[in-house]
């Protein structure tokens, strides 16, 4: 029997944030793509503007971009960008 005073896991442990993130912007871009927008351009204008309706509502895409802060999106394309360009 283990320690009562010991931290017990159960099931998976959450992923890191930025793995969270990368998975959002993958999901949304897609959706972007399925209804015909360039999810580059639509993705800079919610940035930008914060006006959530730049993202379309397919696939929950809307939701889940608003699951994020702006500031981790920017962050997070940053990232891949750098990572691609080294």
């Not at 944030?17 to 351009?41: D, F, T």
């Not at 730049?54 to 699951?67: C, P």
Request: glycine content about 6%.
């Amino acid at each position: 029997m283990g320690n009562i005073h010991e931290t017990q896991y159960f099931g998976r442990l959450e992923k890191e944030p930025e793995n969270e993130a990368k998975r959002i912007l993958m999901a949304v871009s897609s959706a972007l793509r399925e209804k015909g927008y360039n999810p580059v351009n639509q993705i800079v204008g919610y940035i930008l503007s914060g006006d959530p309706t730049y993202i379309t509502s397919h696939q929950n895409a809307r939701v889940l971009i608003r699951k994020l802060e702006r500031d981790e999106l920017l962050e997070e394309l940053v990232k891949d960008y750098l990572d691609r360009n080294e």
